[in-house]
C-alpha cells in the first residue's frame, strides 16, 4: 500500500471536517499497460500512472462530489473552501443520506496476481502469443487489445471508517479476419494468463473460419443464440438500469416494477458479484465504506433487488447493497449461472434460427419501455435443422428487455469470464437461447 | 486573445520531456500538457440530486521509437516523475518494435507556434452553482407546465462547464497553447398517459464560449415548446402510411446520419484498420478516395474544427497541424479522409488537423469535430410543397449503425404525416432503415435551415468521448418503407 497516499487521505479529511459535516474521500492509485494490435501488429503501447482523489463532502443536506486527477491535494482544499463560500445559498440534495457508522474494514485479498507486474513491464511476450495463436487457425489478420493494471483503492470518511485494498487486472479480446467474415472472442480477470491468451485468439479464429458461406437473410422473427459476449453487452444495460437511481430517474425497465415481481423466465437469474476475486470489478467495499456481497439482482426470473448506496436505499425505506456510487449505485461484477445445454450442442438445440456470436451498437428508444436494438458485427449464423449453413451479414436485433428475458428458452452449461470495448462490466454468461426475437435488415 | 490560462506547468519541462526522449532514441516525441476542469449540476424534477466538480490535469507523451509507437501519461507535473514516464514510453516502444513488420513514420507538416481561445463575453465561470440550479429549476417549471393531459413523471437536468486548456510541444517544431471553455445543457424527460403509454426524450444544448450561451439557446422556452409537440405525438400520434412514401429528415437526423454515415466511415485510421476490434472499420476502402460514388450531387458533407462557438472547436490540433474544413463526400464522392501525421503519411498526403485527446491521459486519434451535410437555398415550404403523401421526421432516440457504416437506422420521435404540402397529424416511433449508399443517392433536395447538435462522440481504446456538434438542413428523400417499434 502507498502509505504516502495513505496519509494524504488522512490529512484531507481531517483538514476538511473542520468545516464540512461529513468528508470521505476515495484515492484510486493506478498503473496500466495497454497494447493494441492492428493488422496482426502492434499499434501502440500505452502506459499510465495515475492518482485520483474523490471527495464526498455534505454540509446541511448540501452534497458535493468532487473528482481530481492531481497530485496537489492543495487545489482540492482550495476548492472545498470555495464550496463554503455557497453552500448556504444552494438547495438540499434529494437523495441524502448520512455516511454510515464506523465499520470493521474488511478488504479483499486473493485478488492480487504477481505476475501482472512482469507482463506490464513485458507485453510484448503476450501479444506475440495472442496474434500467433489466432493466425493459427488460418485468418488473413487480427486485431485486439492486451490490458493490465494494478489498482489500489483507500477509503478514508469522517465517521472513522478507513480501509484499503488492491487488486489486479487483466483483459484481453481478439477480433479475426477470414474474407467478409470475422469472429471475436474476449476474456477478463484479476490473474493474467498465456492460456487465457490462447483461447482468445482460438476462439476469435474458430468464428472467422466456422463457415465460407454467405447465405440470404430474411428479415422476421428467429429463435436466436446470443454468445456470452452479446449477453455481457445487454446484461450491462440491465444491471445499469437496476441502480436505484436509474428507476427514481425513469430511465429503467424497472421503474414500473417492485422487488418480488416476475421479469424473467424462471430459469434465468443474474447476480451482481463484488466479492468474486477472480473477476476484475472485484472490490471490498463500495465508496460509502460499507462491506460489499454478491447478491442477486434477478433470481428465478425475480426481480429480487435494485442497487443502492445509502441515499437511495433512505428514499426507498431499505438498506444500502454496498453499490455506492456516491451519486448513482453501481453494479461490480455481473454473474449469470449456468444451464443445461452443453456448448457443442448449441446449434443442434436451436434447430432452426440465427447464431448471433458478437453485437454492437445498443441503443434505446424509451429506457422505461425497454425498447432497444443492436447489431451484429462478427458471425451470425444461420442455423438450419440443426445445422451451420452460412453468415447472414450484418443484422440487428429490435426488441424489448422484457421480451428477451421472458423469452429465454436454453442455457449453456459453460460460461466464459468476459469484458471488452462493448463489455465494460466483468460479466460470467453462458450462451442464451432466446425464442422469437425480430430480426431486422435495410431492404435498401 | 483573452487567455486566462490553469496550465501550472512550465512550458520547459515540456522541452526538456521532448529533448529527453530524442536522447533515448525516438525519431518523434510530442508532449501535451492538458487540463480538463468541469462542474455540473444535476436535479431531479424539481430537487438537486448533486453538484460535481472534477479536474483532471497532466502530461501525456508520445514517442515513435524505431518504427514503434508508444504512449505514456502521469498526473505528475514535476520534472522528474515526467522525465521518468518519457523513459518508460520509449522502452516498451522499443520491446514492441519487433513485432512490427512495417514501421510507423510521421508526415512532414508546417507546424503551429502560437496561442489561441475561445472569447467568453460572459465568463462562463462567472455562471455559478446558484444560477445553474436557478436555471434547471425554471426548466423544470416551464416543462411541467406546458404538459396539458399527461403526466411528467420524470424529469432531469444536467447542466455542464468545462474548460479545457492545452499545451502542445512537439520535437519537429510545435508548440501550440489552446483554451476552450464549453456549456452543454441537457434535460430528459418522460412523458406518461395511461393509456397511451411513454415517451422518452433527451434535449440537448452544446456549444464552446461563455454563459452568454444560456440566453443565445434560451432552453427555457425551447424545452417546453418541444416538450408541448411532444405530448401531442405522444396522445395524437397515429401509425406512418404503410405504403412506401418520400420521407423529409430535419436537421438534427440528418446531422446524426452525417456524423455517423459519413464522418466515421472517413477516419483515415478507421480505413486502415486501426479501431478494427473497437469501432470497426469502414465500407471505405483507400483506393475509393477521389473516385468511389456514394451518393448523388447533394451529397457533399463536410467536417469543419473551426465554425465559431462550435462545441468541436478547435483551431490546432494535437499534433500541431492546423485545422482546416475538410469535404468529405463532395456532391456524392468520397473525398477527403479525416487524417493524422501518420495516416496522412501512408496515404502520401498532409494531415488536415483531425488528431484529438480526450485528456491528458488519452492518446491523439483521428477524431469528427463539426460535421454537417451541405445546405442549399430552399425554404422549409418549398421542399415539401410536392409531397402528396409522405413523413417528416424531426428527432429521435434510437439509433445504431454496422461497424463498417453502412446498414443503419433511426427511430423517429417527433414526426408528422405530410399531406398535400403541409405538415398534418403527429406520427408515432417511425422506424427508418437504410444503407450509407441508399440514404446519399436518395436525396431529392435540401433546404436553407442549416443548424447542429451537440454530442459526446466515442472512439478508441480507452474509449475517448470528446464533443462535436453535427447537423444539417432538412433533406427530401425518395419513397421508402417506414417501420413502426412493435
Not at chain 1, 151 to 162: A, F, N, P, Q
Not at chain 2, 69 to 97: H, M, Y
Request: hydrophobic share 40%; charged share 25%; glycine share 8%.
Amino acid at each position: 500500500m502507498r502509505k504516502d497516499l495513505q496519509d494524504t487521505v488522512s490529512k484531507l479529511v481531517e483538514r476538511l471536517s473542520r468545516n464540512f459535516d461529513e468528508v470521505a474521500v476515495l484515492a484510486v492509485s493506478s498503473k496500466e499497460t495497454m497494447v493494441k494490435i492492428w493488422n496482426s501488429e502492434p499499434s501502440v503501447v500505452q502506459l499510465w500512472s495515475r492518482v485520483g482523489l474523490n471527495l464526498r463532502l455534505a454540509k446541511s443536506g448540501r452534497l458535493w462530489v468532487l473528482t481530481y486527477h492531481t497530485h496537489e491535494p492543495e487545489a482540492l482544499v482550495s476548492h472545498a473552501e470555495d464550496i463554503l463560500k455557497v453552500a448556504n445559498r444552494i438547495s438540499e440534495a434529494e437523495l441524502y443520506a448520512s455516511l454510515p457508522e464506523y465499520a470493521t474494514c474488511k478488504p479483499i485479498t486473493g485478488a492480487f496476481d504477481n505476475n501482472v507486474e512482469f507482463y506490464t513491464k513485458n507485453p510484448d511476450k503476450l501479444v506475440d502469443s495472442l496474434i500467433t495463436e489466432t493466425l493459427s487457425t488460418g485468418v488473413d489478420r487480427v486485431s485486439g487489445t492486451i490490458s493490465l493494471g494494478q489498482v489500489e483503492r483507500i477509503l478514508v470518511t469522517s465517521k472513522g471508517y478507513e480501509c484499503s485494498e488492491a487488486k489486479t487486472t487483466f483483459e484481453v479480446y481478439a477480433r479475426a479476419f477470414k474474407g467478409e467474415l470475422t469472429g471475436h472472442w474476449a476474456h477478463g480477470s484479476t490473474r493474467v494468463s498465456l492460456d487465457a491468451v490462447r483461447d482468445v485468439g482460438r476462439r476469435a479464429g474458430y468464428y472467422a473460419t466456422i463457415t465460407k458461406n454467405r447465405v440470404d437473410f430474411t428479415p422476421g422473427e428467429y429463435d436466436v443464440v446470443l454468445s456470452p459476449l452479446v449477453m455481457g453487452n445487454l446484461l450491462e444495460y440491465v444491471a445499469w438500469m437496476s441502480s436505484a437511481l436509474m428507476v427514481l430517474m425513469g430511465f429503467s425497465i424497472f421503474a414500473k416494477y417492485k422487488p418480488g415481481d416476475k421479469v424473467a423466465v424462471e430459469s434465468f437469474s443474474v447476480y451482481d458479484a463484488p466479492r468474486d476475486t477472480s473477476l476484475p470489478g472485484v472490490v471490498g467495499f463500495d465508496a460509502e465504506g460499507v462491506e460489499t456481497h454478491n447478491k442477486p439482482i434477478i433470481e428465478k426470473g425475480v426481480l429480487v433487488t435494485l442497487l443502492h448506496n445509502n441515499a437511495t436505499a433512505s428514499k426507498m425505506n431499505t438498506k444500502s447493497t454496498g453499490n455506492a456510487g456516491w451519486v448513482n449505485p453501481q453494479p461490480w461484477n455481473l454473474d449469470v449461472p449456468g444451464g443445461l445445454i452443453r456448448e457443442e450442442e448449441l446449434v443442434r438445440e436451436l434447430r432452426d434460427g440465427v447464431f448471433i456470436t458478437n453485437n454492437w451498437y445498443t441503443r434505446l428508444q424509451n429506457y422505461y419501455e425497454g425498447l432497444f436494438s443492436t447489431v451484429s458485427r462478427d458471425a451470425a449464423l444461420l442455423v438450419k435443422n440443426g445445422e451451420i449453413v452460412g453468415h447472414v451479414g450484418r443484422i440487428r436485433v429490435t426488441s424489448t428487455f422484457n421480451k428477451l428475458l421472458s423469452g429465454i428458452k436454453g442455457i449453456s452449461k459453460e460460461r466464459f469470464d468476459v469484458q471488452w470495448w462493448e463489455v465494460r462490466i466483468p460479466t460470467r454468461a453462458p450462451y442464451i437461447i432466446v425464442s422469437k426475437l425480430r430480426l431486422t435488415r435495410p431492404e435498401a | 486573445m483573452n487567455m486566462v490560462l490553469y496550465l501550472k506547468i512550465d512550458p520547459i519541462t515540456l522541452h526538456r520531456v521532448v529533448d529527453r526522449g530524442r536522447e533515448l532514441g525516438a525519431q518523434y516525441v510530442e508532449a501535451r500538457f492538458q487540463d480538463d476542469y468541469r462542474v455540473s449540476v444535476s436535479t431531479r424534477n424539481d430537487k438537486v440530486l448533486a453538484v460535481t466538480s472534477s479536474r483532471s490535469s497532466g502530461v501525456g507523451i508520445r514517442v515513435l521509437v524505431n518504427g514503434s509507437l508508444g504512449f505514456a501519461s502521469t498526473n505528475s507535473t514535476t520534472l522528474s516523475d515526467i522525465l521518468e514516464v518519457v523513459e518508460l514510453a520509449v522502452s516498451q516502444a522499443k520491446a514492441t518494435s519487433k513485432l512490427r513488420k512495417k514501421p510507423i513514420e510521421f508526415s512532414d507538416e508546417k507546424l503551429g507556434d502560437g496561442k489561441y481561445s475561445v472569447d467568453e463575453k460572459r465568463s462562463l465561470l462567472g455562471l455559478n452553482v446558484e444560477e445553474m440550479i436557478k436555471l434547471a429549476m425554471e426548466i423544470y417549471r416551464a416543462a411541467k407546465s406546458s404538459v396539458k393531459e399527461a403526466k411528467l413523471p420524470f424529469f432531469v437536468t444536467d447542466i455542464r462547464l468545462h474548460i479545457q486548456e492545452k499545451l502542445v510541444v512537439t520535437s519537429d517544431g510545435a508548440r501550440v497553447e489552446s483554451r476552450v471553455p464549453r456549456l452543454y445543457i441537457t434535460s430528459s424527460l418522460t412523458i406518461m398517459h395511461p393509456q397511451k403509454g411513454t415517451l422518452q426524450r433527451s434535449i440537448e444544448f452544446g456549444g464552446s464560449g461563455g454563459a452568454e450561451l444560456v440566453e443565445k439557446w434560451n432552453p427555457v422556452k425551447t424545452i417546453s415548446e418541444e416538450q408541448a409537440r411532444l405530448e401531442r405525438v405522444l396522445l395524437r400520434g397515429v401509425a406512418p402510411p404503410s405504403e412506401k412514401v418520400p420521407v423529409v429528415l430535419g436537421p438534427e437526423v440528418v446531422g446524426l446520419i452525417a456524423h455517423e454515415s459519413a464522418g466515421h466511415p472517413m477516419e483515415a485510421d478507421r480505413i486502415l484498420g486501426r479501431e478494427a476490434a473497437q469501432a470497426g472499420e469502414s465500407y471505405v476502402k483507400p483506393e475509393y478516395i477521389g473516385s468511389f460514388r456514394v451518393g448523388n450531387r447533394y451529397a457533399t458533407v463536410i467536417d469543419d474544427p473551426t465554425i465559431p462557438n462550435s462545441y468541436g472547436f478547435f483551431l490546432y490540433d494535437d499534433e500541431g497541424v492546423k485545422a482546416r474544413p475538410r469535404f468529405l463526400y463532395k456532391e456524392g464522392l468520397i473525398n477527403e479522409p479525416l487524417h493524422n501525421r501518420h495516416t496522412a503519411r501512408i496515404f502520401n498526403t498532409k494531415s488536415n488537423g483531425a488528431a484529438r485527446s480526450m485528456d491528458y491521459a488519452s492518446e491523439p486519434i483521428i477524431r469528427m469535430s463539426n460535421t454537417y451535410i451541405a445546405p442549399g437555398d430552399m425554404d422549409f415550404d418549398e421542399l415539401i410543397e410536392d409531397i402528396d403523401l409522405g413523413v417528416y421526421v424531426k428527432s429521435y432516440m434510437e439509433w445504431n449503425i454496422d461497424d463498417v457504416r453502412w446498414n443503419q437506422r433511426y427511430v423517429g420521435l417527433e414526426a408528422y404525416t405530410i399531406r398535400k404540402g403541409e405538415l398534418d397529424e403527429p406520427v408515432r416511433n417511425p422506424v427508418l432503415e437504410f444503407t450509407t449508399g441508399w440514404f446519399y443517392s436518395s436525396i431529392l433536395g435540401v433546404d436553407k435551415n442549416l443548424e447542429f447538435y451537440p454530442g459526446t462522440c466515442g472512439k478508441g481504446e480507452p474509449s475517448q468521448g470528446v464533443p462535436v456538434w453535427f447537423g444539417g438542413p432538412n433533406v427530401k428523400l425518395s419513397r421508402m418503407k417506414i417501420g413502426v417499434l412493435s
